[in-house]
């Protein structure tokens, strides 16, 4: 019988859990109000937008692409959220509306990568600046405050003593995990991102792949700006500036590269990315580094984690070109 | 009818001088003052920095692998700042110029080095370092702009000879010259192209393929460092969010001027002309006065609809010469 082939994440994964441990051990010798529950549980209200908005991006670079686009669309989605909120309409109304934006927006970045055949990088600059003139005509340069949405008690409950926003983004990076192991499309996205050419061949459709892929992400970027609302309660002009970067990082760090070994990584990897980058910059805070410099560390964190990725791509691929001289 | 349609679709250069005769008509109905040759040439000074910028991006893209750099923004921002802690510090402003550029160099090498040497995907790779700059930048001025420049540094970009802009006369078209000879007439430029068509090829050619990309990054760190020279004597402060957005700019100018983004294809002519599109639209709006975050969506536009129609010009000229035979 023939094995079924998993994509199951590999020994670079492993390595950023070991990092992230690491990581939570170092801060934990050196601050000693880094590991008390009150901090953690702030972290993970930190950073649950970055946390589900990766998920997107993972699924688009194992693609090989790229969506820089992610930070405006949530930007837009939490603004409509906003204005619904305070014409007090109906809860589930704007929630569906939400995510009929977000897939909407997604569609159309897939639309053109996948029709015009444009590099994903150019077409998700463009809109990314189209959708923050959009932020920006919406509202105007005011803020909107006050925005209180029934569904906030969700970021703030517990249940057992753990946060319930941690459960949820738990259970969601389980869902696409078993969605990109195990089920049929999460292997095609797979089979485009190592070879489009020999996936076109095989009878998947590329294009449809990449669409879906992009609906995915704008999606999920609808359901961040949910969180982001109830987190905040308000949203300002530079919403979502830094977001995309952020994200790019936590998958990078996570193991999966852009460009050429889009076969490689898994939301896995990319959980374990986003809490890297999450303590890390809380770290820096409690230490008292000044917090200019935290895009530094970041930066530092993208390139040597991509320079360890080359480099170790390198090796791999002499030692099996080695095994197979020697067969 | 179809013919001229065929003539422009194949040549770029036609292409962007149409859009460009387009844009003069449709600005100068917006605004009667937009026409004037005064207006025309004092324009050109808000492109001076993109100008240089793009040449760079350009390059870094023409020289292939998936090539672009995202950090010539950041790189421009840190070598401004730079500047301004060595004229703070007492140096002269000749000083100061070569420790930026050398600086600049520096801050593309780093970009090389991993693009080239390690193989790391320039998308990538260029998206850290910019981080890394601009954080830097940050950090160096501690947010706050660093101005006090001697007066005599009024004279590179707020003063001009004979008319023109003294950037543009003294360094722009000088430095434009001096990289067209580079890429046009010499060895260099040839090299890079091929790297860009066909790395294969150009590795059994012996051309050293890591010497020359990194080259072109380094090249594209010195052209940031210089337009970010004529930034700080423009604005008379150094500002750490000099150079930011510059790299969208820059990256939608070569793709308007037809910059091919998988490498190899497109001339820095067509850059040129995308430069001056580009700024004419900018200074258009504002003298209509629309806000400057819609001249960011413009390019957008401006940016996706130019690659649409690269496409269908390909396929129309593609098209028409298979009916030829």
Known sequence: MLKKYVPKPGRREYVTFLLLVLEIILFGILAPNFLTVDNLIRVIQNNAEIAMVSIGM??????????????????????????????????????????????????????????????DMIVTIATMNIWKAVIFALLGGKWLTGLNPSYAVITRAKVLGIPLLLILIVIVYAIFYYFLMYRRFGRHIYATGCNPQAANLSGINVKRVKLVSYCISGGIAAVAAMLYIARMGSVEMTIGSDLAIACIAAVTIGGTGAKGNGKRGSVIGTLAGVLFIAFLKNGIVILGIPSLLENCFIGLLIVLSVLFDALTAGKTSKKSKAKGVAE | MKKIAFSIAKSRTKFLLLLFVVELIVLSLISPYFFSINNLVQVTQFGAALTLLSLGEALVMIAGRDGIDISVGSAMSLSGVLFGLAVMNGCNILTATVITLIGGILLGTVNGLLVAAAKVPALIA????????????????????????????????????????????????????????????????????????????????????????????????????????????????????????????????????????????????????????????????????????????????????????????????????????
Not at chain 1, 70 to 86: E, R
Not at chain 2, 183 to 190: I, L, T
């Open chain 1, 58 to 119: 993972t699924i688009v670079m194992l693609l090989g692409g790229i969506d820089l686009s992610v930070g405006s669309v949530m930007g837009v989605i939490a603004i409509v959220i906003g204005y619904m909120l305070q014409a007090d309409m109906n809860i589930f109304l704007i929630i569906i509306a939400a995510i009929v934006i977000g897939v909407g927006v997604g569609f159309l970045n897939g639309f053109l990568i996948a029709k015009f055949d444009i590099p």
């Open chain 2, 126 to 325: 260029t998206l850290g370092t910019q981080y890394i700059y601009g954080s830097l930048a940050l950090y160096l001025t501690g947010g706050i702009p660093i101005s006090g420049f001697p007066d005599s540094f009024k004279v590179l970009s707020l003063e001009s000879t004979f008319g023109i802009p003294n950037q543009i006369l003294f360094v722009v078209v000088p430095v434009t010259i001096l990289v067209f000879i580079l890429v046009y007439k010499m060895k260099f430029g040839r090299r890079v192209y091929l790297l860009g068509t066909n790395p294969e090829a150009a590795k059994y050619t012996g051309i050293r393929e890591r010497r020359i990309r990194m080259c072109v990054y380094m090249l594209a760190g010195l052209l940031a460092a210089i337009s970010a020279i004529i930034n700080n004597s423009w604005l008379m402060t150094a500002r750490a969010d000099a150079g930011s957005g510059m790299e969208m700019q820059a990256i939608t100018v070569a793709v308007l001027g037809g910059i091919g983004v998988a490498g190899g294809v497109g001339h820095l002519g067509g850059v040129l002309i995308g430069v001056i599109i580009i700024t004419m639209m900018n200074s258009g709006l504002q003298i209509a006065n629309v806000n400057s975050i819609w001249q960011l969506a413009t390019l957008g536009f401006i940016l996706i609809i130019a690659i649409i129609l690269n496409r269908m010009m390909e396929r129309f000229v593609a098209n028409v010469e298979k009916s030829r035979k």
